[in-house]
């Protein structure tokens, strides 16, 4: 970075614990919501954001805390050590896999999904994707 603009306070910090830090929030503050309430980002949930309509019984249930129990899992994983670039490269992987997931809740014959929703996540989900790919993968520092 240059020395002026690192004097005045910019710059954007991209080192191993900063993007480490990202993605255990990202992850773990959907995950904690899931596996606390699975509903919590349905129509009947109390999250301000929708994603899908209601889950239906047991298995909607079970799945949704189960995908919030990982995702919890991931976040919390990285607080154990931040510096960890193993940590780097399982949440860019998980996130470079939900991918196609998020592109096909995206559609607008999507049954069951918040299109709306999923755009906007979309806008969000792949750039950081994008960065935590290269981050894990590309940058050496």
Same mark, same amino acid.
């Given at each position: 970075?240059?020395?002026?603009?690192?004097?005045? !306070?910019? @710059?954007?910090? /991209? *080192? %191993?614990?900063?993007?480490?830090?990202?993605?255990? &929030?990202?992850? #773990?503050?959907?995950?904690?919501?899931?596996?606390?309430?699975?509903?919590?980002?349905?129509?009947?949930?109390?999250?301000?954001?929708?994603?899908?309509?209601?889950?239906?019984?047991?298995?909607?249930?079970?799945?949704?805390?189960?995908?919030?129990?990982?995702?919890?899992?991931? !976040?919390? @994983?990285?607080? /154990? *050590? %931040?510096?960890?670039?193993?940590?780097?490269?399982? &949440?860019?992987? #998980?996130?470079?896999?939900?991918?196609?997931?998020?592109?096909?809740?995206?559609?607008?014959?999507?049954?069951?999904?918040?299109?709306?929703?999923?755009?906007?996540?979309?806008?969000?989900?792949?750039?950081?994707?994008?960065?935590?790919?290269?981050?894990?993968?590309?940058?050496?520092?």
């Amino acid at each position: 970075m240059d020395t002026p603009l690192r004097l005045r !306070g910019g @710059g954007l910090k /991209l *080192d %191993t614990s900063t993007v480490n830090l990202a993605g255990a &929030l990202y992850h #773990a503050g959907f995950g904690i919501s899931l596996y606390a309430m699975p509903d919590s980002f349905t129509p009947s949930g109390m999250a301000p954001v929708k994603y899908t309509e209601d889950i239906e019984g047991p298995v909607g249930k079970f799945a949704h805390s189960g995908f919030g129990a990982m995702m919890l899992a991931m !976040g919390s @994983g990285v607080l /154990l *050590d %931040t510096e960890n670039e193993g940590f780097t490269k399982i &949440l860019a992987i #998980a996130m470079t896999l939900f991918c196609p997931i998020l592109a096909k809740n995206a559609m607008p014959d999507a049954p069951g999904m918040k299109v709306r929703m999923w755009r906007a996540q979309a806008l969000m989900h792949v750039p950081f994707t994008a960065l935590m790919v290269w981050k894990a993968f590309f940058k050496k520092d």
